[in-house]
């Protein structure tokens, strides 16, 4: 198979689909990989690094979109790389689909496989290509929070961990999975006082274990929500439904209470945010105020790390892009049930049940297209 990576467009994103080491394993596999020139520059793997590893260079994306069999991103086409497109191509790239139906209408159009990262599954029900993206931003949350906290930046002027004598920042992560306890982590380091809300009892017990009595763990009710979002310095948002928009937790209304200064940092803008009073922003501008709420909502956060990004997400890719490359699409879904809840959009039709949902469009069973 012809595998190609383009370089990657979204506003400071420096992440590349595949690096050098996976780019060697495919070749090794028998597979031909087409790389657009500069795409790995952003994490330090210059054209050279491609070539050693065999890999051919295309002087522009037109080139790879052309002639690829399976394209091979990070972050969601973007309207310009969409346009070429062809059907039957494989798109395997995080595509969150559920707030933007622009680009759903346009992979239903142009009659593509997107297979996303984001729905993958495991067999305990986690997101394994989710996971590596979700630890980044959970972890810079805490420092996008730190640094929106400081009085130039909107925030009302204090250390997360304060002083001797001075009280800390109270953190409120809302959502207890991958995102809010490397977020907890984070933050506890830095000397926060730090509460998690979570629905779910067997994982607040499994947080306590991890942290003890450094965090607190609060049961997720809508009064529980409000009373610890007005309560806090810092909220961050990072609650998950797989496929599905973001919850809207956080009204306007709870926005106009919150504490002039406070921060929301919305990880959970990916699939339209869990604050209604958010909406993305790039790290270009990362930052806007709402009733003198400092909101960070950068949809692309782990990006402004793209090397630590870029070989965490490739650990845990680079084995689903050798079976599909492999065995083709189809086999590979077939074989693999957790593979084929990646399948997003197929030959014009919606195969993710809970993106149909959310979008209010048709829904076609995947296996229609994996069975023999």
């Not at 958010?278 to 709420?293: F, I, L, R």
């Not at 084929?340 to 030959?347: M, S």
Request: net charge negative; charged share 20%; hydrophobic share 45%.
């Amino acid at each position: 198979m012809l595998i190609g990576v383009p370089k990657e467009i979204k506003t400071h994103e420096y992440r590349v689909g595949m690096t050098p080491a996976s780019v060697r394993e495919a070749v090794h596999h028998g597979h031909e990989v087409l790389v657009e020139t500069g795409a790995g520059a952003g994490i330090g793997a210059h054209d050279d690094a491609y070539r050693a590893a065999g890999a051919r260079i295309a002087r522009d994306a037109a080139e790879v979109f052309a002639n690829a069999e399976m394209i091979v991103k990070v972050k969601e086409p973007q309207a310009n790389e969409r346009a070429m497109l062809r059907e039957g191509q494989i798109l395997f790239t995080y595509l969150h689909l559920a707030p933007d139906p622009d680009q759903t209408r346009d992979l239903l159009k142009a009659g593509v496989v997107a297979i996303a990262y984001e729905t993958v599954t495991a067999p305990d029900g986690s997101l394994p290509l989710l996971a590596p993206m979700s630890q980044v931003a959970g972890r810079m949350s805490v420092q996008a929070a730190a640094h929106c906290l400081e009085k130039e930046q909107g925030g009302m002027g204090i250390l997360p961990g304060g002083v001797p004598g001075v009280k800390p920042a109270r953190f409120c992560i809302i959502g207890g999975g991958v995102v809010g306890e490397n977020a907890a982590a984070m933050a506890i380091g830095l000397g926060a006082d730090v509460v998690i809300i979570e629905k779910s009892v067997p994982r607040m017990q499994q947080l306590h274990r991890i942290f003890g009595h450094a965090v607190n763990t609060v049961y997720s009710t809508r009064l529980t929500i409000e009373e610890e979002v007005l309560a806090a310095d810092v909220v961050i948002c990072g609650v998950l439904i797989p496929g599905a928009a973001a919850p809207k937790l956080i009204s306007r209304d709870m926005v106009r209470r919150m504490k002039p200064g406070s921060v929301i940092v919305d990880v959970a803008i990916d699939q339209g945010g869990c604050a209604e009073t958010s909406m993305p922003t790039t790290h270009a501008e990362p930052t806007y105020v709402v009733d003198d709420v400092v909101h960070y909502c950068v949809a692309n956060m782990p990006g402004a790390v793209a090397r630590t990004s870029t070989y965490a997400l490739n650990n845990a890719t680079l084995p689903h892009i050798l079976a599909i490359a492999d065995k083709g699409w189809r086999q590979a879904l077939a074989e693999d049930e957790h593979l084929l809840h990646g399948l997003n959009v197929a030959y014009g039709h919606i195969t993710h049940e809970a993106v149909a949902r959310s979008l209010n469009m048709p829904w076609t069973d995947p296996h229609t297209f994996v069975r023999d």
